[in-house]
């Protein structure tokens, strides 16, 4: 945890924000894996965690700003408890260390809020992402989970945003060391990626280096030969001389701060000349929209910016026809970028994601787009100082998608299908950083992890 001071302040800059009313947050439960007592890793909710820094399972914490009160709402363990937990600190000495000292027992939740209920006092929470959060709702304020999502207190969430975008120096400080223990998965990435392996074992030895730091992943590794799924899970593939092997890994620190990395290798000791000239497409893009990160600069125009660099590049191969700009503007970059760019980084890898992409990463001004390839950019707002982003171009050849688009000669002015055929089964490329952005620019975080062509052979 930090110090008692920083969750006292940061409650109290909440209260002023929202105004009025009562805030409920609700903490996370244990999760079952396949029975109540044989739990998931426990993962507490982070706005939570980021007012009372309590990273436990079975709490709850209310503000009534009306009446200047604030309530740690939880159970001390039982004798029976100890016996397969051990002693551990009593909670309202943990409460104390975020600067609560009203503790009430669990089962006085549902009496309390049915009062401050019936007395219309205004009840403010966050959208409920897990199904428990739904129940206590329906139990607590007899809100349906179908009207939960709705009935969310829009004045909290921008409340939220408001502060949890803008990331202080020691929060800083623990994103950095999550990246740092990203850096060194990423080094062993490249360190022991043979071929003959599976994609499981790499993603293994990986997970280890991150639990071993005293944290977890801040996501399920992403280890693949098939680079182009985004989001692959599946891990079963021997991988082989010839391919590249795309790793997306990234550790969380014990208190929750998150790393988000990405990088591609060949699997056997060297790049194929395309799979060179490719990767260098795209770290070309990754280091001009790096380069352009700073203070006023609207994200969705870095996005833009690194659209165009990839369409630069793949013109020089042969594949895309006229002005890269051009064909950008006609969405021509979505048959190779179908994704983002980035996203806000923090206490979750895509943080405040469950509080809405609209208010998170866009503005009142700045919707959100809804079509294919821009409805996955979940960040376009300006940057600001204290934003913690990352920048994460790639090239996805999608044997799937080409082909939908070669059937329609879709924007065959731009793209040569013929040319194109030949990189079918080229798969993927990303690579990714970290960046914070300061006052004149920005800094890649955590120590430097090679990204050069030589750099990444140098590895191997
Ligand atoms: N690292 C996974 C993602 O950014 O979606
Ligand atoms: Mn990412």
């Not at 960046?435 to 890649?444: A, F, H, P, Y």
Request: glycine share 8%; net charge negative.
């Amino acid at each position: 945890m930090f110090s008692k001071q920083t969750y006292i302040q940061r409650r109290q800059e909440l209260k002023s924000k929202v105004g009025s009313g009562l805030i409920l947050f609700l903490g996370n439960e244990e999760s079952g894996m396949n029975y109540r007592d044989n739990v998931y890793p426990f993962r507490q909710d982070s706005t939570f965690l980021y007012y009372f820094g309590l990273d436990f399972a079975s709490i709850h914490a209310v503000i009534d700003i009306d009446n200047d009160q604030e309530i740690i709402f939880g159970d001390e363990l039982t004798l029976d408890d100890i016996v397969w937990t051990g002693p551990k600190e009593p909670l309202h000495e943990k409460a104390a260390k975020a600067g609560i000292t009203h503790v009430k027992s669990l089962s006085a939740v549902s009496g309390y809020l049915h009062d401050v209920s019936s007395r219309k006092q205004n009840i403010h929470f966050l959208p409920p992402y897990r199904g428990e959060h739904s129940l206590k709702l329906l139990d607590w304020l007899n809100i349906s989970p179908a009207e939960a999502q709705a009935k969310a207190s829009v004045s909290l969430i921008k409340a939220v945003v408001s502060m949890r975008s803008y990331k202080s120096a020691e929060e800083v400080a623990e994103i950095e060391k999550a990246v740092d223990t990203s850096v060194e998965m990423h080094l062993e990435f490249m360190r022991i990626t043979r071929p003959g392996m599976t994609e499981k074992e790499v993603a293994g030895k990986l997970q280890s280096i991150a639990i071993g730091q005293g944290g977890d992943l801040s996501y399920p590794v992403i280890l693949t030969v098939n680079g182009e799924i985004l989001h692959t899970h599946t891990r079963d593939l021997v991988m082989q001389d010839g391919q590249m092997s795309l790793c997306d890994a990234g550790a969380e620190t014990a208190m929750r701060y998150c790393g988000d990395l990405t990088r591609t290798i060949p699997t056997g000791k060297r790049f194929t000349t395309i799979q060179k000239e490719m990767y260098e497409i795209v770290l070309n893009a990754q280091e001009s929209a790096v380069a352009a990160c700073k203070p006023g600069i609207l994200f969705i125009d870095v996005h833009t910016l690194a659209a165009t660099k990839l369409l630069e590049g793949l013109k020089q191969v042969g594949v895309i026809k006229g002005d890269p700009a051009e064909a950008v503007a006609h969405d021509v970059h979505t048959l190779f970028f179908q994704c983002g760019l980035g996203h806000m980084m923090g206490l979750d890898v895509h943080d405040m994601e469950n509080l809405g992409e609209q208010y998170v990463g866009y503005t009142e001004d700045l919707k959100k787009g809804t079509t294919f390839g821009w409805k996955s950019l979940r960040l376009g707002r300006a940057l600001e100082p204290g934003f913690v982003v990352t920048v994460e171009p790639g090239l996805y050849l999608i044997p799937t998608l080409i082909d939908r688009w070669k059937a329609e000669n879709k924007l065959s002015q731009f793209i040569d299908y013929n040319e194109l055929e030949k990189l079918r089964d080229f798969t993927g490329v990303r690579i990714e950083d970290d960046v914070l952005i300061t006052e004149n620019g920005s800094r890649v975080l955590g120590k430097e992890l090679v990204k050069s062509v030589e750099g990444v052979e140098g590895m191997r």
